[in-house]
């Protein structure tokens, strides 16, 4: 029988549960490449930076970010956000075909307020892109030299990290500054911008480059960019005010919010968007509405996700899963099949069966019944069926590729 004293527990693991605790307040219970992210930058991220498990701060905005959709992140200095925003940038710039080069100019554009900031961001993107040689990073600041900055404007530089003042001036006076390709703007720390007095820049930089999005903006501009380019604008404030949102108001779209009160919400997203789901199954909707709040530590659905259920059978799951994909993938722009790679990373988690979405294509990696079930299913044209054997656990693992909307 325990005594009373043991049942107590021991100093030492009163402090190992403190820490556990503390650890579970700042990281996520999931690992990078659960979260969407390719391999190689995965190793990247644990070999070279040290970082075993994303923050909760990563683990929720990269799934967004990776979603294509434009975000306010309000979470404190400190939690991570400079990778939350970096990797998935990096992620679909090195799965840009064909790959990207210098003289592509500028896809990703990082302001920030200060000089320390922008080394600081320097570096680690630096580190991040170790391995993907043909996306330059690159910096321009105030301080700087301008005709060397000119230089390396004009080689061109795919990810560029900027202090507003400095970026202003480029755009206006450097020709060869090439940035009609841009598709991600990023304001780090943009309370701290907008303290700083560079309030009128960041508004005229938003105009200059066609991503304004209030009563004001030059609408030509505007479209003329975004008709090309699917912009995504990202925010990112340890504080919010009137001037952080008005900057949130005019630079982001519809935005999915990570770390705000979801009681301040508004819906945004319709389940309409992808238009309808096809007429002979039974489908039955719900709409759930959540919030994702780091400052709790608790994992939350965001507020404008709408959320549907459809009730089937047991066996037919997966097969009503992946024909729902295959009528959002034939009706796909770019954007809505970049928002399924979301939806795809809770599909593995409750299937068991390992999806990669290409354009026009899933492939899995599963129970070899389940492929040829589903195969026979949906009638996909199958480009190698099975090709290799993983393993031989449960009858062996058989990775097999569908494309979708081909038929036949
Ligand atoms: N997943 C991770 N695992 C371990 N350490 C991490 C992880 N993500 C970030 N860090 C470390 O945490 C510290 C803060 O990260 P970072 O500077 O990105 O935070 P931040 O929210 O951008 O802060 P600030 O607003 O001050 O720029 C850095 O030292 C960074 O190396």
């Known amino acids: 029988m325990a005594t009373k004293k043991s049942e107590k527990p021991s100093k030492e693991s009163k402090t190992k549960s403190k820490e556990e605790h503390k650890e579970s307040e700042i990281f996520a219970s999931c690992s990078f490449s659960s ?52 990797a998935p940038i990096i992620h679909q710039l090195q799965e840009h075909e064909p790959r990207i080069q210098r003289s592509d100019g500028t896809f990703a554009l990082v302001l920030v307020p200060t000089r320390e900031l922008c080394m600081q961001v320097y570096e680690v993107l630096q580190k991040l892109l170790h391995r993907f040689h043909w996306i330059v990073p690159g910096y321009i600041m105030g301080g700087e030299n301008r005709s060397k900055e000119k230089a390396r404007l004009r080689k061109g530089i795919s990810v560029l990290v900027a202090t507003p003042g400095r970026l202003l001036d480029h755009l206006r006076h450097t020709s060869s500054f090439l940035h009609t390709n841009l598709r991600w703007i990023i304001f780090d720390e943009a309370d701290r911008i907008l303290e700083l007095g560079f309030g009128k820049e960041i508004e005229e930089i938003l105009d200059i480059l066609g991503s ?98 459809v009730k089937v059978s047991c066996g037919l799951r997966l097969a009503v899963l992946l024909s729902i994909l295959k009528d959002l993938l034939e009706r796909g722009t770019s954007q809505k099949i970049q928002a399924l790679r979301a939806v795809l990373l809770c599909f593995q988690a409750v299937s068991g069966l390992k999806v990669n979405l290409g354009q026009s294509e899933l492939v899995l990696v599963g129970d070899v019944h389940n492929i040829n079930y589903l195969v026979e299913l949906l009638g996909c044209r199958v480009a190698y069926l099975p090709m290799k054997y993983l393993g031989l656990l449960l009858g062996g693992v058989v990775q097999g590729k569908l494309y979708l909307g081909s038929g036949g």
């Open 212 to 309: 304004r999005h209030d009563a004001s903006a030059d609408k030509e501009i505007a479209e003329s960019y975004i008709s090309d380019h699917p912009r995504q604008n990202v925010l990112l404030s340890a504080t919010l005010n009137e001037k952080v949102n008005h900057l949130a108001k005019i630079s982001l779209e519809n935005p999915v919010m990570i770390g705000l009160d979801y009681k301040k919400m508004q819906p945004v997203l319709s389940f309409k968007d992808f238009g309808s789901l096809g007429s002979d199954a039974n489908y039955e909707l719900e709409h759930p509405v959540k919030m994702m709040s780091p400052s709790n530590g608790d994992f939350r659905v965001p507020a404008q996700l709408v959320q549907r259920y």
């Open 35 to 86: 979260l969407g992210l390719h391999p190689t930058l995965c190793d990247e991220l644990r070999e070279r930076m040290d970082f075993e498990a994303p923050t909760l701060v990563q683990a929720q905005a990269i799934p967004v970010i990776l979603s294509g959709r434009h975000v306010l992140v309000n979470a404190a200095t400190g939690t991570g956000k400079t990778v939350a925003y970096l």
